[in-house]
């Protein structure tokens, strides 16, 4: 029955150059998923699917959005959400399926029984991941974590190709794995160009764009900018609902102009109007191994970095670029705010933007995910 839904000529097969990109958790309009992987992939000439758990529409490049109805609880959710999932894919005619969360692993084996192309995208590291997980008890996660490798060892030798978005990802997963990495396009290197024209920076303030969460920083960030006289312009969705109360009770947080979820062009205007760029993060095993977008996106914008002084963001990130600071100790956290929006730092870090986006530019990591992804299609 399966093979039959999933027929598609394939042995004469008919290829007709489409890709479905599966999600339960992210939302349609995901960063990685379709701002970069997705619109690389359509701008090349494939016609794109993307099933998620919030939208039903059409996006640029003729990119289109599915809906997935999936419960609202979490729990919930990852017991029913891979069969919903799986019912949807009955009604793609993709030669290609990208899944990009854990929940979905189980999938790859089924797909592969139907005669169906695949690739996994591991966005994180993901038993690092379930090691820091707030809604995992903590004497659980060892158990989460290890559970978490059993489920890519048991699932991903059914996957046709394997994407990682960092090297070490890249080296957890094996020698298959090709390295899409988080890097700035061409389209948000040409807004935060057109944002610096348009917008003017606000005297004293600093900015914060991203998931708000604890392990992000987001009490530090506000603690620290109200202590040097900095205005925090914030964007991003609360973890919770409970965190937001907690925040927004916070003596502190007058300090904060609270955006909400911006969109691209939104983010764009947001940085043009800071005079730095914070990345205080956890020191976690996730977070020191990671490679976040931010980074890279302030300076394209031109904005100088403040971030937690971890030793691979040290090997990435320029010195000239970035002041590193031990994210726990805040007089040092609020003594490098005070300075940046004290100084010129930021007209000078702008002359570098162009040589910034050569560096950390998404094309060839976009050039490796069509690669792949047309090698898969004729074999």
């Known amino acids: 029955f399966i093979r039959c839904c999933f027929s598609n000529q394939k042995g004469g097969i008919l290829m007709n150059h489409r890709i479905a990109m599966l999600t339960t958790l992210h939302p349609h309009d995901d960063i990685r998923i379709y701002h970069k992987e997705a619109k690389a992939l359509a701008r090349a000439g494939w016609r794109v699917e993307i099933y998620n758990p919030r939208m039903e529409a059409a996006g640029e490049y003729g990119i289109r959005f599915r809906r997935l ?114 890097r700035v396009t061409e ?19 600093v900015c914060y764009a991203g998931a708000l969460t604890e392990q992000r920083g987001l009490t530090r960030m506000v603690r620290c900018c109200h202590r040097a006289g900095a205005i925090l312009l914030l964007a991003g969705s609360f973890e919770s609902e409970g965190l937001r109360r907690q925040v927004q009770r916070m003596e502190e947080y ?19 109007q800071a005079n730095a ?29 403040i971030a937690s002084d971890f030793p691979h963001w040290r090997a990435l990130l320029p010195e000239e670029g970035v002041r590193f600071v ?31 986006y050569e560096r950390y530019g998404f094309s060839p990591d976009a050039r490796r995910l069509i690669e792949l992804c047309e090698r898969l299609e004729r074999s």
């Open 326 to 356: 031990p994210q726990e100790d805040e007089p040092s956290v609020t003594a490098a705010i005070a300075d940046a929006i004290a100084g010129k730092s930021r007209e000078k870090l702008a002359q570098r933007r162009e040589l910034y």
């Open 254 to 272: 007058r300090c904060v102009r609270y955006f909400g979820r911006l969109d691209r062009e939104g983010v764009a205007s947001l940085y043009a």
């Open 69 to 182: 109805i999936l419960p609202s609880t979490r729990t919930i959710r990852l017991l029913r959400g891979r069969s919903i999932a799986y019912r949807a894919l009955f009604e793609s005619r993709a030669d290609l399926f990208m899944l990009h969360d854990p929940e979905l692993l189980p999938l790859l084996k089924p797909l592969r029984l139907a005669g169906r192309r695949t690739i996994y995208d591991a966005h994180e590291d993901l038993p690092a991941q379930l090691l820091e997980k707030d809604w995992i008890p903590i004497k659980m996660r060892p158990a989460a974590a290890r559970f978490g490798e059993e489920q890519l060892r048991r699932w991903l030798p059914y996957a046709d190709g394997v994407v990682a978005a960092t090297p070490s990802i890249a080296a957890r997963l094996g020698e298959r794995a090709v390295l899409v990495r988080n």
């Open 277 to 305: 760029g914070l990345m205080l993060l956890d020191d976690t095993a996730a977070y020191g191994e990671s490679e976040p977008i931010k980074s890279f996106e302030y300076l394209c914008a031109g904005l100088p970095v």
């Open 187 to 205: 389209a948000d290197f040409q807004l935060f160009e057109t944002a610096l024209v348009r917008y003017r920076v606000i005297p004293r303030a």
